[in-house]
């Protein structure tokens, strides 16, 4: 069974960074695409950022572009986000998610972690 | 950017009946590209669909997909008291993912 934990949300002021961890178990890591995907609060969900199984290609929401850096290590099984000059409409729970084979649907979701941004 | 819609918002319906989600593209996407997730208050999303059709593992066969082109399907054949939550349409195109609004499905 796949199992994704994410770990690191918290509350952080506007302009401040924060990086959240996703750690991994029941599957090959380094096999998959991985991708973080966002939902604030009361709305719908929305892709993040998404980073190939062994991750040299990296892709991003144009919303979180040049702000947010997402990066794994596959000998750790752990997924990253890096999260710099945080807005408030950047609070939201984070998923981290587990791409299929096929990389175009998310089939392992974690069960989130909130990240609140406000002063 | 392809956006997708999703009618109704909401639908309210009773244990048993028949619901029917739709899911409108802004243009054409591959039938390939097109996933189904139910997700339920405070939980994460759960895959249902891929592929437009494919029932994802342990999915129940009350739950089908459907459709090409710009519209796509998710029928629930008769809802179980479980089934009542949001549902989101998503699809994959140049490397980015797009999520519908989503259909809430409460209880009549």
């Known amino acids: 069974e796949v199992v994704l934990l994410e770990s690191g949300g918290g509350l952080v002021q506007p302009g401040g960074s924060l990086t959240l961890s996703c750690v991994a178990s029941g599957l090959s890591f380094s096999s998959y695409a991985m991708s973080w995907v966002r939902q604030a609060p009361g709305k719908g969900l929305e892709w993040v950022s998404a980073?190939?199984?062994?991750?040299?290609?990296?892709y991003y929401a144009d919303s979180v572009k040049g702000r947010f850096t997402i990066s794994r290590d596959n000998s750790k099984s752990t997924l990253f986000l890096q999260m710099d000059s945080l807005r408030a409409e950047d609070t939201a729970v984070y998923y981290c998610a587990k791409a299929l084979v096929s990389v175009t649907t998310f089939d392992s979701w974690g069960q989130g972690t909130l990240v609140a941004v406000s002063s | 950017e392809v956006v997708l819609t999703q009618s109704p918002g909401t639908l309210s319906l009773s244990p048993g009946e028949r619901a029917t989600l739709s899911c409108r593209a802004s243009?054409?996407?591959?039938?390939?590209?097109l996933a189904w997730y139910q997700q339920k208050p405070g939980q994460a999303p759960r895959l249902l669909i891929y592929?437009?059709?494919n029932r994802a593992t342990g999915i129940p066969d009350r739950f089908s997909g459907s459709g090409s082109g710009t519209d796509f399907t998710l029928t629930i054949s008769r809802l179980e008291p479980e089934d009542f939550a949001v549902y989101y349409c998503q699809q994959y195109g140049n490397s980015r993912f797009t999520f519908g609004p989503g259909t809430k499905v409460d209880l009549k």
């Open positions: 980073i190939s199984g062994r991750g040299g290609s990296t």
């Open positions: 592929n437009a059709s």
């Open positions: 243009q054409t996407i591959s039938a390939s590209y």
